[in-house]
């Protein structure tokens, strides 16, 4: 009831709360740890090289597993898929609180059981948002699961950094890490409550992948997806190493994502609730444009004041962009060949091509400062790296939504 005073008068059945629910529990624990566990690996090793090595073998597996995950979901069930996802999940933070202080020595273990467990949770977590919403409720679902993310980014590396500060050695790492897997024990229990839903059929991923020569709209959201990886892969873990070798305070690492989600908050409110279909492009355009501007404030010169005033202006900005855009995705893929039959395989190669805009970005991270001096090679990286959201707009700027198209 308060949901829809706030937000409006939006349909939510039982299956979309709890799948809000899962969503939310999801962000609070990465806002927890996700960060965090960058930081306990460069604290152990010292080498931008070594945490760009976990995080390109995390976007490695993750698709690779996307694709299992696909014929699993076939197969079996898509809440399976997903609770086996959340499963892996709560298993990687066993295994860091299990290696400790010898974790740096298993990064490809580490980042190969994140990426299994993102590939099953988030190929489930978006064939179910495909199947419980509909175009009427979708741009309320992505930007509420914004807000429940900016509410868990506000509160979640604060709270995460704070203790992390103020215990002794790693204690508080061995604190948030197992707050995170107990999260994920409850998102475990609360999948059992999803209605099953199998799905009938043979894996057409291959078929699927060729149907971007058929139609332009499908071919166009791809490309926009590696467009998107490109600056995700590496801006994923960079601003907050960069943040820490500002300050050298896990609390810092907590004041970033205190205002950069404590901002996101009242932008994705905004942005579920008054960017419409006819001012999408709009929308996606100011985003764009906005991110693209903001990496000027680290190209420059990196200082943790200017580290936070990004932190604000990507809060304003991804909203626009993502809210509007992850909804254009859903609508090209619900108007494409056969969605009812192939909406799976369609998820699974939408995901596989933003994939391939994270390995392009990292691998492009890690062969230039093995090659060039980091600090004079860094700034360039940035503002080539930057502009992958920019080039969203025109990709998906001429998308027309129209008739279910028929082969």
């Known amino acids: 009831m308060i949901v829809r005073k706030v937000l409006g008068d939006i349909p939510l059945t039982r299956d979309l709360k709890l799948l809000l629910i899962i969503g939310g529990l999801y962000s609070i624990s990465a806002a927890l740890s996700n960060t965090f566990v960058n930081i306990f690996l460069w604290k152990q090793s010292g ?10 073998t995390i976007v490695i597996f993750q698709p690779l597993t996307f694709i299992l995950a696909g014929k699993m979901a076939k197969v079996i069930d898509r809440v399976i898929v997903l609770r086996i996802g959340v499963i892996c999940l709560a298993a990687f933070y066993l295994v860091v609180l299990m290696v400790g202080d010898a974790a740096s020595k298993y990064i490809l273990l580490l980042g190969a059981i994140l990426g299994i467990g993102y590939g099953f949770y988030w190929l489930a977590y978006n064939v179910l948002t495909f199947e419980i919403t509909e175009p009427e409720n979708r741009d309320f679902f992505n930007g509420f699961l914004g807000i429940m993310s900016s509410l868990g980014g506000m509160l979640g590396p604060f709270l995460a950094g704070y203790i992390i500060t103020h215990t002794f050695k790693n204690i508080g790492y061995s604190i948030i890490f197992g707050i995170s897997m107990l999260l994920f024990a409850i998102a475990v229990v609360l999948s059992f409550f999803i209605k099953r839903r199998h799905a009938h059929g043979k894996y057409y991923f291959w078929r699927i992948i060729q149907e971007r020569k058929n139609n ?192």
């Open 47 to 56: 080498s931008f090289f070594e945490i760009g090595l976990y995080n390109i």
């Open 216 to 407: 332009r709209n499908w071919n166009k959201i791809l490309l926009a997806h590696i467009c998107q990886g490109w600056r995700e892969g590496t801006f994923t873990f960079i601003v907050s190493v960069f943040i820490f070798i500002s300050t050298g305070s896990e609390l810092s690492l907590g004041t970033f994502g205190l205002i950069n989600s404590g901002i996101g908050l009242f932008t994705y409110y905004a942005a579920s609730r008054f960017i419409k279909k006819e001012n999408r492009n709009k929308a996606i355009l100011l985003g764009g444009l906005g991110l693209f501007v903001s990496i000027f404030l680290l190209i420059f010169k990196v200082t943790y004041f200017n580290l936070l005033l990004y932190g604000a202006l990507i809060a304003v900005f991804y909203p626009l962009l993502l809210v509007p855009y992850v909804s254009l995705s859903y609508d090209v893929i619900g108007t494409s060949w056969k969605a009812a039959e192939m909406r799976v395989e369609y998820i699974v190669v939408r995901d596989l091509y933003l994939n391939i805009g994270r390995v392009l970005s990292i691998l492009l991270f890690l062969i230039s400062i093995s090659f060039f001096n980091m600090k004079q090679i860094i700034p360039y990286l940035l503002f080539i790296l930057g502009a992958g959201h920019l080039f969203i707009y025109f990709l998906v700027k001429d998308i027309e939504m129209g008739v279910k198209r028929q082969k």
